[in-house]
Nanobody, 115 residues
Framework: QVQLVESGGGLVQPGGSLRLSCVAS????????MGWYRQAPGKQRELVAV???????NYADSVKGRFTISRDNPKNTVYLQMNSLKPEDTAVYYC?????????WGQGTQVTVSS
């Protein structure tokens, strides 16, 4: 079993920054890709960013140039640095580990961008 614990969400003003963290259990963390997803009220969950086991990242068009995904394998942690936040970034953000058929999800952390 893989357990994921997110932290770092909160309320910020437009243009502000937050860094989300996701700590994963298990010693096999380093061989898997990891991802961040988000879900706004009434919307489908969408992929925000993914990072390969070697640190290669890809992003949704909506966050390119503003968000950075990174990982610290010895700490079993993946981060999402969010800069230049916009109100449309408001959502619950989820960490995802693609192990097994359905993968594993964290509990989510709320990010609210509002003036």
């Amino acid at each position: 079993q893989v357990q994921l614990v997110e932290s770092g969400g909160g309320l910020v003003q437009p243009g502000g920054s937050l860094r989300l963290s996701c700590v994963a259990s298990g010693s096999s963390f380093s061989i898997y890709a990891m991802g961040w997803y988000r879900q706004a009220p009434g919307k489908q969950r969408e992929l925000v960013a993914v990072i390969s086991s070697s640190g290669i990242a890809n992003y949704a068009d909506s966050v390119k140039g503003r968000f950075t995904i990174s990982r610290d394998n010895p700490k079993n942690t993946v981060y999402l640095q969010m800069n230049s936040l916009k109100p449309e970034d408001t959502a619950v953000y989820y960490c995802h580990a693609p192990r097994g058929a359905s993968g594993y999800w964290g509990q989510g952390t709320q990010v609210t961008v509002s003036s």
